[in-house]
């Protein structure tokens, strides 16, 4: 009805509905694809335990309920037993490079986190190594997921929907 193509009260097909689907899917990989990410902001805490690589992402060996990050925008570490929390600097790949002579070192505060974004699971490396069980409470963006039926309840951030009737009519 939105779009024009049917009028209102009237039903599309179940051929028709696969097929606006399976667009609306494509739609939604091709803006990942762009790096123009149809995203959700996600806040998950993760429990550390005593190395410096976790695995994140639907199926990762250490952290496999959570979505893969897209782009990390804050890392804070919750100092065991504790409310206490302490901001944690993330860093790229060339600074993580840069921090090769103290990588190893364990420690009770976490003072960086690089994450690589490889797929499909991302590496959370953290410097130093946690020896107290911390948590790491991150906030990142995670790529809107497909659709899995034409009923999925969905919310999108002002815009993104028009975009997305846009796109499909």
Same mark, same amino acid.
């Given at each position: 009805v939105d779009i024009g193509v049917l009028a209102q009260g009237q039903t599309a097909s179940n051929d028709d509905a696969q097929f606006t689907l399976?667009?609306?899917?494509?739609? =939604?990989?091709?803006?990942? *694809? @762009?790096?123009?990410?149809?995203?959700?902001?996600?806040?998950? =805490?993760? +429990?550390? @335990?005593?190395?410096?690589?976790?695995?994140?992402? +639907?199926?990762?060996?250490?952290?496999p309920a959570y979505a893969r990050p897209a782009r990390i925008e804050t890392a804070t570490m919750i100092v065991a037993g504790t409310s206490v929390a302490m901001s944690v600097k993330i860093v790229n790949e060339v600074e993580w490079e840069q921090l090769v002579r103290e990588r190893g070192r364990t420690g009770g505060v976490i003072d960086f986190l690089y994450c690589d974004y490889a797929f499909p699971f991302s590496n959370l490396n953290v410097n130093p190594i946690p020896n107290?069980? +911390?948590?790491? =409470?991150? =906030?990142?963006? @995670?790529?809107? *997921?497909?659709?899995?039926?034409?009923q999925d309840p969905f919310a999108f951030p002002p815009g993104y929907e028009q975009a997305l009737l846009k796109g499909l009519g």
């Amino acid at each position: 009805v939105d779009i024009g193509v049917l009028a209102q009260g009237q039903t599309a097909s179940n051929d028709d509905a696969q097929f606006t689907l399976r667009q609306l899917n494509r739609m =939604v990989d091709e803006y990942s *694809a @762009s790096r123009t990410t149809l995203y959700t902001q996600t806040q998950v =805490v993760l +429990p550390l @335990s005593a190395k410096g690589q976790f695995q994140i992402g +639907p199926g990762a060996a250490d952290f496999p309920a959570y979505a893969r990050p897209a782009r990390i925008e804050t890392a804070t570490m919750i100092v065991a037993g504790t409310s206490v929390a302490m901001s944690v600097k993330i860093v790229n790949e060339v600074e993580w490079e840069q921090l090769v002579r103290e990588r190893g070192r364990t420690g009770g505060v976490i003072d960086f986190l690089y994450c690589d974004y490889a797929f499909p699971f991302s590496n959370l490396n953290v410097n130093p190594i946690p020896n107290n069980g +911390p948590s790491l =409470v991150l =906030v990142f963006w @995670s790529a809107l *997921a497909q659709f899995l039926t034409l009923q999925d309840p969905f919310a999108f951030p002002p815009g993104y929907e028009q975009a997305l009737l846009k796109g499909l009519g």
